[in-house]
Structures are given as structure tokens and as C-alpha cells.
């Protein structure tokens, strides 16, 4: 197998200046919160520049089957959630009552019957029980072990498990019993309502293009550290951006310019998604590169350590002051 050549100095600080600018974008990540929007926001466009005769019949089938989904995921989570602060007090009392040294030595007690009791049967000469005695004291010492040094942390432990599940349960029953309010106060506005399905429909849409218009902004904001690499996507997302703030006052527009308005809504749709795939593949590529990235500039140390090495005794003062100057960045 062929060996790399060591790489350039340029070639070295190009690379120092990608894992840089893969640094500062994943520093940036690790500040945002989750949840950002996503697909969701663009079908909810498609959908409504499908919808020729703008009736939102479509829009209110999936609104009801959502919030319907909203309510009962909701009324699920609330009965979890119910059952859990059973078993926590159920497990409050089960400590406040428990005398732990108490149910060590009645447990030890019986542990010591039963092999007492096997090794009567045995000596008795009742036929495998001498062997089955043995074991049985083999594994009481073991027990007996246990619950002195183990037992209570054991329970104590379970205890705390199950305690940091049950919260972990109620943050999602929150966050559900939220959704389950969004969907009641839908079917409270729109349930049954077609003839509010058009104005519905056209708020959601509305609130999807903001929603759109942030996120090539988000985006914009992290392809920043990449700079003219990253140009392309930037202009790409600032472009979905135009098309989301021309299109959000024509949601409302009647006759031929409804129908210019929502192929304007397909057209930028298909342009946004395909945008928002090549962004999300960009930065994918990049951990790729930087792991390169970070192999070049390592290549390129490991060489210069060599040198260093090298000229630190070499005659040549020029190359004997450059090997000192190497080895004291490295800590030499």
C-alpha cells in the first residue's frame, strides 16, 4: 500500500480552517433547540395548492383524524400518568413502613429452616437430599451475603429507576395533554364546520410559510462558518425565503389570482424541498470531511515532528532555530 505524501503546508492550513468551520457550526447546533419544523410545514402548502376549488374538504378530514388522534393519545397519557402517582404512593408507603433489618432476619430465619430441613432429610437418608443440603447452604451464604450488604440499596435503587421513568412518563403526558387541548379547541372551531374548512385551511398555511421562512433562516445562520463553500444552499434558502414572503399575502386572493397563487405555492414547494435536501446533504458531507480534514492536519504534524527531530542538532542554525520554535508549540 502506497504511502501519503506529506501533505503542504497550505494543504495543512486548508484543512485547520474546515475543521474550524466544522466546529463552530456544531457549536452553534448544540445551542439550538429540538424540534425544529420540518416536512410537515410543505405538505401543508401542497396540500392547499392542490386544493383547485379551495374548499379545504381535504385540509378538515385530516384536522379531524389528527385531533381526534391529539384527544385520545392525550386521554391515554392522562390514565398513565394517573396509574404512576398510584404506584408512587403505593411505593411512599411501602418505605415508610418497611423495617428493613426486621425482613432481613425473618428472611435469614427461613433461609435456615429450609436448609436446616434439608439436611435433617438427608442425614435422615432420604435419597438426594445430602447433595441437594450442600447446595442449599452454598447458595444460603450467598443470600445471607446479600441481603446484608446489597438488599436495601437494591430496593432503594429500584425505587429511584422507577421514580425517574414515572417523571420522565409525566413530561410526555404534559407535553400530550397540550396537544390533546390544541386538538379539542379545533374541533371546537372547525368540527363539523365545512363552510370554516377555507379560512382554516388558509391560516394554517399562512402560519407554515412563516414557520418555512424561519427555518431557511435557521439554515442560512449555520451554513454561515462555511462560507463560500456553503454560498449556493445560502442563496437556495434565500430564495425559499423571498418565495415564502411573496406568497403569504396571495393565500387569500380570489379567482385567477387564487389559481396563480397556488401554482406559485407548487412551484416554490418543490424549490423548498429540494433546497432544504441538498442543505440537510451538505451538512452530512461535512463530518465526512472534517474527519479528513483533521487526518491531513495530523499527516502534516506528524511530519514536522519528524523534521524537528531531525534538525534539532543539525548544523544549520535556520533549521536548528525552526526545530525549536516546532517543538515548542507541541510542548517540547
Known sequence: MAVKPPPTDREAMAALQKLKSYNNYKAAQMQKPPGAPGDADLQTVEAWAADAQDTGAAWGEKKQRE????????????????????????ERDFFSKMDFKKFRDDLKK?????????????????????????????????????LDEKFEKTLKDSAKANADARRQRKAVAEAMQKKGEEGKQWQKEYGGQPGKFPAGQRADVE????????????????????????????????????WAAR?????????????????????????????????????????ADA??????????????????????????AKHRAWAQEWLKTQGG
Open 67 to 90: 385531533s381526534d388522534q391529539q384527544v385520545k393519545d392525550a386521554d391515554a397519557w392522562s390514565e398513565r400518568a394517573r396509574k404512576d402517582d398510584e404506584e408512587a404512593a403505593a
Open 110 to 146: 427461613k433461609i435456615e429452616e429450609y436448609v436446616s430441613a434439608l439436611q435433617s432429610l438427608g442425614e435422615a437418608g432420604e435419597p438426594g437430599f445430602k447433595g441437594k443440603a450442600a447446595e442449599a447452604k452454598a447458595q444460603s451464604l450467598e443470600a445471607r451475603q446479600f
Open 207 to 242: 402560519a407554515a410559510l412563516d414557520r418555512i421562512k424561519a427555518k431557511a433562516e435557521g439554515l442560512i445562520a449555520d451554513l454561515q462558518p462555511f462560507g463560500a463553500r456553503a454560498a449556493a444552499h445560502v442563496e437556495a434558502l434565500k430564495g425559499v425565503q423571498a
Open 247 to 287: 406568497l403569504k399575502p396571495l393565500v387569500g386572493s380570489q379567482g385567477k389570482e387564487l389559481a396563480s397563487a397556488k401554482e406559485l405555492g407548487k412551484s416554490g414547494s418543490a424549490s423548498a424541498r429540494k433546497a432544504f435536501a441538498n442543505v440537510e446533504a451538505f451538512q452530512d458531507s461535512q463530518e
Open 291 to 316: 474527519n479528513e480534514s483533521l487526518e491531513i492536519f495530523q499527516r502534516w504534524t506528524d511530519e514536522n515532528n519528524r523534521l524537528a527531530r531531525e534538525w534539532i542538532n543539525c548544523p544549520s
